[in-house]
């Protein structure tokens, strides 16, 4: 079975310009969270949905950063205008929530952006 | 708020060395708790959890065991391998104020195993 799906692997772009970042979660999950890894800040939760509805985005940093999830198959991450402080690893994960706890997530390998 | 606290690295040790990763939490309430690994350019897996006090999760030679009095789930493994080598996070997972389940990770410890 695939796995979670993101896309593009490696992003450099430039300060002001536009960046999305897509993900496909595994078939039949309902949940799809949004991350960021840094060093200096580690793991952050950005976003989250549940029936493709957003549930929680308190861990947008701002409003550049904007979040969809137009179907069950598909979402974006989208930061305009990208700033170089923005530079991270973005963490795609999805779960199948059928009871509480099960805490089991299931990541993509990442999207890294640099932002010059 | 609900937190984490693990053991800073990095760590490196030996091939078949024992391995302790010290993992502390913080929660209003009754978590699940969750070792996940992530080993080099790859996104994180989880590697073993638990769900109440005393139980003990394990896989692949890995065990930590729920500590309800003392706040931990340390990772423990007997004798490790250079495979081994990834970065370890801690998690805990409770429902949020939105209704929902919420995993808040650690910092992550990135473990080094030398031949």
């Known amino acids: 079975d695939a796995g979670v799906i993101q896309s593009p692997r490696h992003e450099v772009t430039e300060m002001g310009q536009e960046v999305t970042l897509r993900c496909k979660p595994i078939?039949?999950?309902?949940?799809l969270f949004w991350y960021r890894q840094t060093m200096m800040r580690g793991l952050e939760l950005l976003i989250y949905?549940?029936?493709?509805?957003?549930?929680?985005d308190s861990g947008m940093p701002e409003d550049r950063f904007s979040a969809k999830m137009p179907n069950a198959s598909f979402s974006t991450l989208k930061i305009q205008p990208s700033e170089p402080r923005d530079s991270a690893v973005y963490f795609c994960?999805?779960?199948?929530?059928?009871?509480?706890?099960?805490?089991?997530?299931?990541f993509g390998e990442g999207s890294r952006l640099t932002v010059l | 708020g609900n937190s984490v606290t693990q053991m800073e690295g990095p760590v490196t040790l030996s091939e078949e060395a024992f391995l302790t990763i010290n993992c502390t939490y913080t929660?209003?309430?009754?978590?699940?708790l969750f070792w996940y690994v992530q080993y080099p350019g790859e996104g994180l897996q989880l590697l073993l959890k638990?769900?109440?006090?005393?139980d003990k999760g394990s896989n692949k030679g890995f065990e930590a065991t729920y500590r309800k009095e003392t706040t931990s789930f340390h990772l423990e493994k007997g004798s490790v391998q250079v495979s081994d080598s990834a970065v370890y996070f801690c998690?805990?997972?409770?429902?949020?104020?939105?209704?929902?389940?919420?995993?808040?990770f650690g910092t992550g410890t990135r473990l080094t195993i030398i031949p």
């Open positions: 638990a769900t109440k006090a005393d």
């Open positions: 078939s039949g999950h309902n949940s």
């Open positions: 949905f549940n029936n493709n509805v957003p549930i929680d």
């Open positions: 994960a999805s779960s199948l929530r059928t009871r509480p706890n099960t805490g089991e997530l299931f």
């Open positions: 929660a209003t309430g009754y978590p699940s």
């Open positions: 998690a805990l997972s409770l429902i949020s104020n939105f209704g929902n389940e919420k995993l808040t």
